[in-house]
């Protein structure tokens, strides 16, 4: 079992103020690859076809057969014990506040509420051209590429490299960095920007910066505490369910 601090138990007994950022490590033990892993959903294609508007302005079918793919593999998997266990705390704690970078939906599934999703959401979909957005589940896709009633090309709801994020939802995570006492960074490389600003930013404005990671990343020497382990081990004794 990775060893838990007593101030980090203490402070988070005495009720303080929680927030959470997740990233793709947090689902890895239910099945849904990490960004970076050998293996992983990444590995074989080039992220500049998949993942920018100029790779989906190009060839939009190849990048929906992709999203079809990979739609179908996260419909598959179901959340794990890290998830359970942020969503069983914030239930019990109104106050906490969870981001996620990741596009999956396992911490709605779980039963979080609230999330503030930076990076979309892989089972929604956005007209191209009149920016309307709705949740499409179906998998398989019928038709691909997807199209809007309008008769415009839809494209995943999500956030590409080079694409601003959510309007609103950089907002209230920076909102909730800021306010928290203590601050979870779990499951990410911390190397994707902005998102990986909110830690930082976190400790700043006085966080206890906590990292759960099964390895250093950039953000490990900034960290008041690194809690070596994976994700699903970890938060069911950090968080007490
Ligand atoms: N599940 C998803 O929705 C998903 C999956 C892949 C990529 N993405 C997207 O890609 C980007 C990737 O950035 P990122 O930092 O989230 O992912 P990343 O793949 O870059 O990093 C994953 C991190 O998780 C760690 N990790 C692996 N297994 C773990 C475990 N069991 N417990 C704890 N940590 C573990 C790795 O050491 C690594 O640091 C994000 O923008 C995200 O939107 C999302
Ligand atoms: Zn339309």
Redesign the pocket.
């Known amino acids: 079992m990775a060893a838990i601090s007593a101030r980090l138990r203490d402070l988070l007994g005495r009720g303080r103020r929680v927030a959470a950022l997740t990233?793709?490590?947090?689902?890895?033990?239910s099945g849904?690859?990490?960004?970076?892993?050998p293996g992983g959903f990444w590995d074989n294609e080039s992220l500049l076809d998949l993942a920018t508007p100029q790779g989906f302005a190009r060839d939009p079918r190849r990048v929906w057969a992709w999203y079809d793919a990979r739609r179908r593999q996260v419909s598959g998997c179901a959340p794990n014990a890290g998830h359970l266990a942020l969503a069983s705390f914030g239930r019990n704690h109104p106050d906490f506040r969870l981001i996620t970078?990741?596009?999956?939906g396992l911490h709605a599934a779980a039963g979080s509420a609230g999330v503030i999703l930076l990076?979309g959401d892989l089972f929604r979909v956005r007209c191209t051209e009149e920016g309307t957005s709705r949740e499409d589940r179906r998998v398989p896709l019928p038709e691909i590429p997807p199209r809007c009633a309008c008769g415009a090309l839809l494209r995943p709801d999500v956030v590409w490299f080079g694409e601003v994020l959510p309007e609103g939802a950089m907002q209230e995570a920076t909102g909730a960095a800021r306010r928290s006492k203590v601050f979870l960074s779990?499951?990410?490389?911390?190397?994707?920007y902005p998102a990986a600003a909110l830690p930082e930013l976190a400790k700043r404005h006085g966080a206890y910066l906590v990292e759960?990671?099964?390895?250093e990343?950039p953000l490990s020497p900034l960290a008041d505490e690194l809690i070596l382990g994976?994700?699903?081990g970890v938060l069911p004794d950090l968080l007490g369910t």
Request: no cysteine; glycine share 10%.
């Open positions: 990233g793709a490590g947090i689902s890895a033990e849904v690859p990490t960004f970076r892993s970078q990741n596009v999956d990076h779990i499951g990410t490389s911390a190397l994707v759960i990671n099964v390895e990343t994976p994700a699903a």
